[in-house]
């Protein structure tokens, strides 16, 4: 049995859905899509910080992991002066669950699956005693939920050679609502938000191992959407207003490579690469009163494999290396900052990330 935990800024979409009471702005819309707030919004503090705690249990031919993750922000205040009083929160938080099962089939054939599933949860909220005579209080919250799974196989073709084989799928979706309405706002009934994000990848790749060495390649095929749905109730003298942005990405295909190769018994190199032949979508449906209006554009994405706001990647190459010490084991990626500033890291004063990524554990057993 192993048991661990790992604190790291893993906030997954919850930042997102954060900003959901101010509107879309993000998620690769290029036009800010309403707000459902009678009120001007707080801003909720990011989440910096996520903890989780794992385990898993060998049983020989089959292999059960399971982990929780939670990571919250806080910002709130209170005011209290003769009769007059008033109280603010603005939160944020992640709770999350993944497990995952390894299947040895025998004969050097395995299969793995896993699924995770977070909930995210903001909070604005302003309370006055006595009531304000302008909308400056109310509560509004958003929630989210996140979903994936994914199923990898390894098959084994030769004593050297595995066919790997492997699928993906994804699902997100953040809505806010007004919880209590501001005292004084003029709307009976809020506007309505809701966006929704889902993803589908799937491939086959080849690896070649020794007892050195490790090669991989594969080609895969990745689609994702992200739709945002705005709506506002009639309220004379304005009039009813609906709007749908929905931004799509396909790449087909998507070539990886990567390889490992331990120079020494506690020292590995690693390089990795990848390329897309993708395709951006957007389209945007309006409709105003009684007039409606759809806008739509295409463009091809040669390198970018995702483009929702901060899910960018456009990065080729990576390089990282692998460490060991008995016991120790330490991991590292160079960032994509770093292998495009060169020199500039030993002369340069822009304070780039050298490390995308580092990972340090410790086997007990």
């Keep these: 049995m192993t048991v661990g935990a790992v604190l790291s800024f893993d906030p997954s979409f919850a930042n997102q859905a954060r900003t959901f009471i101010s ?12 707000s459902i707030a009678q009120r001007q919004p707080r801003p909720i503090p990011p989440i910096q910080n996520v903890w989780e705690a794992f385990a898993s249990v060998d049983m020989g031919g089959f292999d059960f992991g399971f982990g929780i993750m939670y990571g919250n922000s806080n910002s709130d ?20 669950f993944r497990g995952g099962v ?36 109310g509560e509004y919250s958003v929630s ?9 196989g390894r098959f084994k073709i ?7 084989p492997y699928g993906a799928f994804g699902s997100i979706s953040g809505a806010p609502k007004e919880d209590t309405k501001p005292t004084a706002a003029p709307r009976p009934t809020p506007a309505s938000l809701k966006v929704t994000v889902t993803s589908v990848a ?39 207003l ?18 490992e190769w331990w120079f020494l018994d506690w020292l590995a190199g690693r390089v990795g690469y990848y390329r897309t032949l993708g395709k951006f979508k957007l389209k945007v449906e309006s409709t105003v009163g009684t007039t409606s ?48 500033r060169g020199f500039g890291l030993i002369s340069g004063n822009d304070n780039v990330n050298t490390f995308g990524f580092i990972n340090a554990s410790f086997n007990f057993n």
């Design 158 to 164: 030769s004593n050297s050679v595995n066919l790997v």
């Design 144 to 152: 989210g939920t996140e979903f994936q799974i994914q199923a990898r």
């Design 202 to 240: 799937f491939g086959a790749g080849m690896e070649y191992h020794s007892k050195d060495i490790l090669i991989a390649t594969g080609l895969s095929f990745f689609t994702a959407r992200a739709k945002a749905e705005f709506a506002q109730a009639a309220v004379p003298p304005a009039t009813a």
């Design 77 to 96: 205040s209170s005011l209290t002066s003769g009769t007059i009083s008033s109280s603010s929160e603005a939160s944020a938080s992640v709770l999350g």
């Design 242 to 259: 609906s709007l749908t942005g929905t931004v799509s990405n396909t790449s087909i295909p998507v070539i990886n490579l990567g390889g």
């Design 293 to 340: 209006t759809t806008f739509e554009t295409n463009l091809t994405t040669p390198s970018s494999f995702l483009l929702f706001g901060n899910y960018n990647h456009d990065g080729i190459v990576s390089l990282g290396v692998g460490m060991r010490f008995g016991r120790f084991s330490l991991d590292a990626t160079l960032s994509e900052e770093a292998l495009r």
């Design 23 to 34: 509107g879309i702005g993000a998620l690769g819309f290029p036009l800010p899509i309403g």
């Design 102 to 137: 390894l299947v040895d089939l025998g004969g050097g054939n395995a299969i793995d699956v896993s699924a995770a599933l977070r909930i995210d949860k903001a909070t604005d909220r302003i309370s006055m005693t006595p009531p304000p005579t302008a909308p400056i209080d």
